[in-house]
C-alpha cells in the first residue's frame, strides 16, 4: 500500500489521479488533498477518499471546507497557507507525492517532498524551470525518487534504458547511446492562424486546446508554445541534457508523445490516447504497469501522423524559453515568473496575446540576472520579475 499527498488535486492532472486512485484502492491510499479554492470538490472528495489531511490556500476557503467537513462528521484535519502544504508533502508516513500545483506555487512543497526523500510524481514543471540544479541535488542528496508525469518527459523516461532511468537528473545520455531526444507538441489552436492575426485572438480562443483537457493557464502556455518551452528547459535537467541533445518537433495529432533518437539510427516512441491517465498511472505503478482506464490506441482508425518543424515566428515564446534555458537559472526563473504575470493578464484581457511574449523578453532584457542556486536567491529573482511584468503591463494597457 502507497500513502499519496496529491498537490493540487481539483486540478485536471489531480482529477485524473483520484481517477488512478479509485480503480487501485488496494495499492493507494490517500492521506492528503491539497486545494486552491474550490470547496466544493474537495468536500466531495473528503468525503469519498477519507484523507488525514485537506489544504486550502487561504484561511477563508479552509473555515468553509472544515465546517463542512464536521457537518459530515468527518475527521480530516483542515489546513490552509504554503506551510500545511509543506508539512503534508513531507509527512512522516507519506510514501508518495503527486506535484500537480500548477505554477511557481508548487515549488515549495515539492521541494519539502523532495528534501525528505519522498517518491515526486512530478507534474510541476515549474520546479525544475525555477530551481533545476537545485532540486536535482537535492533529491540525489536525500535519496528522492523524481518519476516524470508530464505526458512527454514520461514519454521520454519510457523510451529511455533503465541505467537512465535509474540516474534522473546525471545520466550520461551519449554513453547510453543516445543521439537525441525528440520533444513533441501540437502546435495549439493557432497553428495555422496568419500570425498577423494573432494578437486578436481572444483567451476562449486560446484556452480551446484541439487534442488535450487543461487548465486555462496551461492551455494559454500551449497556444503559445511556452508550455513547450518550460517543458524543454524540464528535459534538460531530467535528462541533464546538452543544447544538441534536444528538439522540437510539431506533432498535429498528439498521438506521439516524446521520442529518443538513437546513435545506430533506431528511434523510440511512446504512443497513445491524449489521456493525462496513462502517464500518471505509468509513474504510479512504476516500474510495474497498472490500469488506467484509457482506451488503447486503435490503428486501423488512426490516420496519417504528421509532422513539421518549429516556426519561431509563430511561436517566439518557444524560442525566448530555449535561449532562457541556455543561459542560466536565473533566466528561467524569471522567464516563468513573467509568463505567469502575463498569462493572467491576457486572461483577464488587459493585453493581447501576442504580448506575452513581449512582456517576457522586456522582463528577460531588463534584469540583472546574477547566476542563482540558491533557494533565497531564486525566490528574489521570481518576485523582482513579477514586479517588472506588472509594470511592463501597466505601459502597455496605459
Known sequence: MQYMTILGSTGSIGRSTLDIVRRHRDKFTVTALTANSDVEQMIADCLEFQPSFAVMADEKSALVLREALASHKLKTE???????LCLVASYPSVDVVMAAIVGAAGLLPALAA?????TVLLANKEALVMSGRLFIETAQQSGAKILP???????????LPADAQ????????????VEKILLTGSGGPFRYTPVSELNSVTPEQAVAHPNWSMGRKISVDSASMMNKGLEFIEAKWLFNAQPDQIQVIIHPQSVIHSMVQYRDGSVLAQMGQPDMRTPIAHAMGFPERVTSGVNPLDFSRLGELSFLPVDFDRYPCLKLAIEACWAGQSATTALNAANEVAVEAFLNTRIGFTQIHHVVADVLSAL??????????ILAIDTEARHLAHQKIMELTA
Do not use: M
Open 149 to 159: 508525469v508530464d505526458s512527454e518527459h514520461n514519454a521520454i523516461f519510457q523510451c
Open 368 to 377: 540583472n540576472l546574477d547566476p542563482a542556486n540558491e533557494l533565497e536567491t
Open 78 to 84: 483542515v489546513l490552509a497557507g504554503v506551510d500545511a
Open 166 to 177: 535509474a540516474t534522473l537528473g546525471f545520466c550520461d545520455l551519449h554513453s547510453v547511446g
Open 114 to 118: 523532495i528534501k525528505k526523500g519522498k
